[in-house]
Each structure stands twice: as C-alpha cells, then as structure tokens.
C-alpha cells in the first residue's frame, strides 16, 4: 500500500525524532497529556513486555509536554527511596536528571516542541503493600506551567513507516553487536547521532550513563543442583538515592517468574565482610523464598544487575560480573 503523500520520509538523520515521537504517542494515548500523567500502578507484567530486559525494580510515570512555555515539575516526600525526574527532548536527548523530593523548574529555552517527563520510583515487586505505597507517591506528582502559558496537546507526525523499518532494524542489528552504552546523550554532553540511533533502537528513556549501568551476563548450568554468584557490592555514587538491583531472564531475555525474579539492595543480605553478597539461583521447583534466593526459569537464561547512580568506577567498566558455580 502506498504511503500518503504527506508523510514524513525518514534517514538516519530524523530516525531517533521519529522514534521518540511514537513512543510518546503511545504514552500520550494511554493520558500522559501535559499537566496529567499516565501512571504505570503496576509492575511489569509476563503477558505485557513489550521489550527485552524489562525491569521491575521501578514504577514509571509520564507526561508529553508541550516545551512552548516554563514548567514546573513537584516531586513529593516519600520514604527516602530512589525516585527521579529523568526529562528528555524529541531527539532522545536528555535535559536534566533530578532526584528526590523537590520543585523543579524545565525552562522552555532547553525544550523541543515536546518533551518527555519520566518518573521513576523503586518498588519492592514481590510485597503488595510497597507497590501500593508507591502508588500513592505516584498520585501526588504535579506538572504545572508557569506564567499562564497555555499548552496544546502532542499530536504524532506522519512518518513513513516502510521507511522507518528499515533504518529501525538497521540500528537494531548494530545495538545487538555493541549494547547500549553510551547511547543517551545530555545537552551538556551530547553523543553523536548514530549513538543516539543505536540506544533508541532498543529502548526509549534509558537513562545516561552517569544516572544508570546496566550489567548483563548469560549463564549456562545443567539441571540438577543449585548454583551460586559471590558479587562485589556495586560502588554507588549517591548512596543515599542510589540503588542496585539484580533481575532474571530466560534464553530470550525475557522474565518468566513472578516470585524469585528480581532482588533489590533493600532485600538482599550482604556477607560478614559488608563487601560481597552471594546470590542462590535455583529451579523453580527448589524455590523456597529464601534470603538471596532467585529462579533460574531455564538452563540458559540471563541477569541483568542495574546500578543506579553509579560510582565511576561502574560508569568506567571496571566491574565485572563474575562466573556462575555449581553448589549440592
């Protein structure tokens, strides 16, 4: 079928605007529409991944703004748990990463015609009281604009979708063979286009490197006996915010397990030298809930370990995951 007239050809150089822009709708749709949020109150469901990797240590919650006027975002108090206001332009680039409580100001000079504002907060997935509790913290999330600017709502341009496709699995190949580090730039300290086309590719709104690794390693082990990971404790820049988590994937880089899938710093008990912690994975049949405890889903599967607000010497690469071993 061929495309209207008045679509909007894409290259490689307006790929990541075209990215951004339907990833924007698709929240837009769902409410994320100037001074209202749409609110994810659930961690990531099994039936409902739309990609690779998803976590479950966060809540998300988003507004498409128009960038014409001054806004104001409020974050309120909670109970000291990591939360941040991870704002980022049409061209998937990031403005600014604040954290914490507080009133944060976006001028309209370092906007796009729209932006994205993304909240996270840490959530315990396995405790039904905590995801309620931060359903509260994300009720009492405000936008407003200042000076009585009044803003219009997001509409999504026309984009050449047979077009589109191809340069979108160009840049998916290229991300497979080289991650996504250092795919999100800042206006402060921007990366190149192919960079940014690279990280896009795979997930909108990832964070840049100073406020988020991700870590990932895929074990193989035989069924039978449990194993065991001794890790070093990840260096945190901010230790008061900041936080490590570590999540279980199948082959496919996919969760399979509600229990026993993900563990947070909150939760996991550190060894006698305050340094290292092991982590048990077992089959699902062996799982008991006990401390440090995770679900290997297959034979071969995957983890992810986020850090969030990573000393430098993660952000640098010199942590390394270590080799999974066997354990009666």
Do not use: C
């Not at 739309?50 to 104001?72: E, Q």
């Not at 048990?280 to 607000?309: A, C, G, T």
């Amino acid at each position: 079928m061929a495309q209207d007239y008045k679509s909007i050809s894409v290259t490689k150089d307006n790929y990541a605007n075209a990215m951004a822009d339907m990833a924007m709708n698709k929240e837009f749709l769902q409410g994320a529409n100037n001074t209202q949020w749409h609110h994810h109150y659930n961690v990531m469901q099994l039936d409902k991944q739309p990609a690779p990797m998803m976590n479950r240590d966060t809540k998300y919650s988003f507004s498409i703004l128009d960038g014409g006027g001054d806004v104001v975002i409020t974050l309120p108090e909670t109970d000291g748990r990591y939360m941040s206001l991870h704002v980022w332009n049409d061209d998937h680039v990031t403005y600014k990463v604040f954290y914490g409580p507080g009133r944060y100001i976006i001028p309209a000079s370092v906007s796009s015609d729209y932006f994205v504002a993304n909240v996270r907060i840490q959530v315990d997935a396995k405790d039904s009281e905590d995801i309620k509790k931060t359903s509260d913290f994300q009720n009492l999330l405000k936008i407003e604009y200042l000076n009585g600017y009044e803003p219009t709502p997001f509409q999504v341009k026309n984009w050449n979708m047979e077009e589109f496709k191809n340069v979108h699995q160009h840049y998916v190949q290229v991300a497979n063979e080289k991650g996504v580090e250092g795919s999100m730039g800042t206006l402060e300290n921007p990366v190149s286009k192919e960079d940014t086309n690279r990280g896009i590719s795979i997930a909108t709104g990832l964070l840049p490197d100073e406020d988020a690794a991700y870590l990932t390693a895929n074990y193989k082990v035989k069924k039978g006996n449990s194993h065991k990971v001794t890790y070093q404790v990840p260096e945190l820049k901010d230790t008061d915010l900041g936080f490590y988590s570590i999540t279980v994937y199948g082959d496919d880089q996919h969760l399979k397990t509600d229990e026993g899938s993900s563990i947070s710093n909150r939760e996991i008990q550190l060894n006698s030298d305050g340094k290292t912690f092991d982590i048990h994975y077992v089959f699902e049949e062996d799982f008991q809930n006990r401390p440090n405890e995770l679900i290997m889903p297959s034979e071969d599967f995957w983890i992810n370990m986020r850090v969030y607000i990573p000393a430098q010497s993660i952000i640098d690469g010199e942590y390394k995951l270590p080799e999974i071993k066997e354990t009666m």
